[in-house]
């Protein structure tokens, strides 16, 4: 009984993720469920259910005032940049690739100011991963308001059983057929 190489199954999947857009870079768009993040006012930003972790390298929170902030990267917020690692534009993420995006501050003034925010349709871009989520706030805490916020988001799609995981599966199967 010889045994194959982990190579061939190696190549399989390789092939797959390359012909699914994964190791190009595609980007990925969130359409799963829709989740709502709330961050009380003047709860503490540095725990972890003040944050929206949304990856491992973007969680937006808010101190007891001005903008919104990655947590991860950022001690608060900061003019023209925060949240580090994000851009915004106005629109859905059914016209991601058209929409200009911005730095979040500069998104917000341009639909009136954080205040005016709730009820605007937003396209959240996570730089670093590529990802594209709708945001939607719900409430802005105004000045002496504690930092509140509240915002309903898109989800990272749950995967469906598709082509890249039938190959996998065929490839594991055939890869257990000729060990026997």
């Not at 939607?136 to 799609?157: E, L, Q, V």
């Amino acid at each position: 009984m010889t045994q194959r190489p982990l190579g061939s199954f190696v190549a399989i999947l390789a092939i797959g993720l390359a012909f699914t857009g994964v190791l190009h870079g595609a980007p990925v768009i969130w359409d799963g469920p829709s989740i709502t993040f709330v961050k009380d006012a003047f709860s503490d930003w540095t725990q972890l259910e003040n944050q929206d972790r949304l990856t491992d390298l973007v969680w937006i929170t808010r101190a007891d005032d001005k903008g919104i902030f990655n947590a991860k990267v950022e001690l608060g917020f900061t003019h023209s940049v925060s949240p580090s690692g994000t851009e915004w534009a106005s629109g859905t993420t059914a016209q991601f690739a058209s929409l200009t995006y911005q730095p979040w501050e500069t998104w917000a003034r341009s639909v009136g100011n954080p205040p005016a925010t709730p009820g605007k349709n937003a396209v959240l871009h996570l730089i670093a991963e590529d990802i594209y989520l709708d945001v939607k706030f719900t409430s802005w805490g105004g000045p002496g308001g504690g930092g509140a916020f509240t915002y309903i988001r898109s989800t990272d799609p749950v995967p469906e059983p598709g082509s890249l995981t039938m190959l996998c599966l065929g490839g594991l199967a055939a890869s257990i057929r000729r060990r026997r």
